[in-house]
């Protein structure tokens, strides 16, 4: 019996991996997660924390799993076609112009002053977990984006508002599956539809879900996540 692939877990702009509990509390069974934090004190942009995830890539059989932020990252990663990649899973994350329409008038507002404050419960529900989503929930948001320098998320929220991964997917030769969230307030909703533009094979999987759609909806995330594994590429094209 093939030995199961290991995923790679990149996370969104707090960096701490640790919001994936969700996901990890739902019993991955097609892959075992390893997921990968980033420093809570360096200003790290794309290339340097590319630099940083580059040697933990596994030396088998592996796949990519990004969310938000490191969606770019991943994309970049994977376009190096390093051995072992079997696949590349987006979520709720972005190619270039990530925020929503609505948001850009207060891009000019990013900065360390902007997160120099704690985040408010209504802006984590709004913007991220959902109007609905459990205290608990939002305090652990609200305590990995606290448990980070003001400077740092700075500096990767204006990476993120730069970027542009559109040339780097072009060269991602693996499957790959973009898990969009249907409710998202903070990404564009239309975001998947930059992948499919380069690669019209990607899968597409709509998930009625705020913008942590892993968090939210991880039963319904992982069971997307493992029918691609089983046969990825088998779907592709089809959409939701």
């Not at 942009?45 to 796949?63: I, K, Q, T």
């Not at 529900?125 to 109007?131: D, E, K, T, V, W």
């Not at 307030?185 to 009625?208: G, K, T």
Request: proline share 10%; charged share 25%.
């Amino acid at each position: 019996m093939a030995r199961r692939p290991r995923a790679i877990l990149l996370p969104g702009l707090d960096g701490s991996g640790r919001l994936f509990e969700p996901l990890l509390a739902a019993a991955p069974r097609a892959f075992d997660p390893e997921p990968v934090s980033f420093p809570a004190d360096a200003a790290l942009g794309y290339d340097e924390l590319a630099e940083l995830v580059r040697p933990r890539l596994p030396r088998g059989r592996f796949v990519l799993v990004a969310e938000s932020f490191s969606g770019p990252l991943a994309v970049r990663l994977a376009a190096e076609r390093p051995r072992g990649l079997v696949a590349l899973v987006l979520a709720a994350t972005f190619l270039h112009r990530p925020l929503d329409p609505l948001l850009h008038p207060v891009r000019g507002l990013v900065g360390a002053r902007l997160f120099g404050f704690p985040m408010p419960a209504a802006v984590i529900r709004h913007f991220l977990a959902g109007p609905d989503a459990p205290g608990a929930m939002v305090a652990e948001v609200q305590r990995a984006v606290a448990a980070v320098r003001a400077e740092v998320l700075a500096h990767r929220s204006s990476e993120a508002l730069r970027v542009d991964a559109r040339d780097a997917l072009a060269g991602v030769e693996v499957p790959i599956l973009f898990v969009a969230p249907t409710r998202d307030r903070l990404i564009r909703r239309d975001a998947h539809e930059d992948v499919l533009a380069l690669r019209p094979d990607a899968e597409v999987a709509l998930v009625e879900a705020p913008h942590m759609v892993l968090q939210r909806c991880p039963h319904a995330s992982l069971a997307r996540i493992e029918e691609f594994l089983a046969d990825p590429g088998a779907r592709a094209g089809a959409g939701a």
